[in-house]
């Protein structure tokens, strides 16, 4: 990495953060280079708003220091006011004027730039959200996919060094979501800003984004690109938030653990040592050749896949459940007996503390 691209971007160094209690975030650093993309992803609580607001300067840094394109934003001492920070805000709720046209909405944060030029930059940015000819219509009469794209060309006017985004599609269903998701990331992509989103939507931060924190308990457990980490999260929190798992536990003997779902590979783990076993819904398969046999409780089609419910004979005679995602063509029926097998590839295993 070049000098002049650590200078470009958000650089959050050592970060940490309490309100009135417990500590909210700890000593989180993290690096958003410009045109980038970065989404923390993480559980009710975790600390990601708060992060967003640390970084907007709506809420004071405690402890750590946030630089942007090299200019110290907060150290503890320095506190550039958010006004002062060519950040935009990007939230759930569009926040709107509603008195105001879907211009005038533009217009408004463009406070900054030259009178002359702001309806020319406010036309352009709402024809790069597809809303032109929405422009002379107040909030109330757009629908809600169409308010957030107003929201973006807002955000988006003033050419902002930094946008965040906080669960910025969540109150949009699921269709309409598609949709806005598609054009907020090709407006990003053709854009100058850093950007941290927020979510805990795994399949929004790995349609959006360049890289992904996870964060736990206000600490990045995992940072890389959506492909790294659901392909080699470091552990079974990391793998959680990807999807659903099936867990067992068991000891390592000679390179293997037995499960009731058949014997898995731990090559760096010693004899003996306690380890859990993670199977992703998509990594059981049904396989009429198996000597694994687990009977179907519930068969739910869910469009592209098939989503089961099945009972296996787990290792003290007590049942294992354990839930599959299959294609369709796979279809079983309820009480039915199947073969199943593991997909490697969907396979994970962790050491355990051991508790002897
Ligand atoms: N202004 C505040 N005063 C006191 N505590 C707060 C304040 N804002 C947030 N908290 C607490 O800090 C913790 C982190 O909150 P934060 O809003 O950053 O979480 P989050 O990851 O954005 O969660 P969510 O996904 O639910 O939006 C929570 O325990 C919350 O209750
Ligand atoms: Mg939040």
Not at 151 to 160: E, F, K, M, N
Not at 231 to 236: A, G, L, R, Y
Request: net charge negative.
């Amino acid at each position: 990495m070049t000098t002049k691209d650590t200078m470009n971007g958000i650089l959050v160094e050592h970060v940490s953060h309490q309100y009135n209690g417990p500590p909210v975030l700890q000593d989180m650093s993290l690096q958003v280079g410009s045109r980038e993309i970065l989404t923390l992803l993480g559980p009710s609580g975790c600390g990601k708003t708060t992060m967003l607001r640390l970084l907007a300067g709506l809420e004071e840094l405690q402890e750590g220091r946030i630089t942007v394109d090299g200019r110290v934003l907060a150290d503890g001492v320095i506190n550039v006011p958010p006004e002062k920070r060519s950040v935009s805000l990007l939230f759930q709720d569009f926040a709107l004027f509603p008195h105001l046209t879907v211009i005038n909405n533009v217009i408004f944060g463009l406070k900054d730039w030259p009178s002359s030029d702001r309806r020319a930059r406010a036309l352009h940015v709402l024809d790069q959200v597809g809303m032109t000819a929405f422009a002379d219509v107040y909030p109330h009469q757009l629908s809600g996919g169409q308010q957030q794209r107003v929201a973006l060309a807002r955000a988006r006017g003033p050419r902002p060094r930094i946008m965040l985004m906080d669960e910025p599609f969540s109150n949009l269903d699921t269709s309409l979501r598609r949709q806005v998701r598609d054009i907020v990331l090709w407006v990003l992509q053709n854009s100058v800003s850093a950007t941290v989103m927020v979510t805990h939507d795994s399949e929004e931060a790995m349609f959006m984004s360049d890289r992904i924190a996870v964060v736990n308990e206000g600490r990045i457990v995992q940072m890389g690109t959506p492909e790294e980490l659901y392909k080699n999260p470091v552990n079974s929190f990391v793998l959680g938030m990807f999807g659903e798992v099936n867990r067992m536990e068991g000891r390592v003997l000679a390179g293997h653990i037995e499960t009731p779902m058949g014997l898995v590979c731990a090559p760096n783990l010693p004899d003996g040592a306690p380890a859990e076993v993670l199977v992703r819904a998509e990594g059981v398969r049904i396989d009429p050749n198996s000597a694994v046999h687990g009977q179907v409780v519930t068969s739910r089609m869910l469009g592209q896949a098939t989503l089961l419910h099945l009972d296996l004979e787990g290792s003290n005679g007590d049942p294992l459940h354990v839930h599959a995602r299959v294609r369709d063509n796979d279809r079983t029926r309820v009480n039915q007996e199947v073969g199943l097998s593991l997909d490697d590839q969907h396979v994970f295993v962790f050491p355990l503390p051991d508790v002897k």
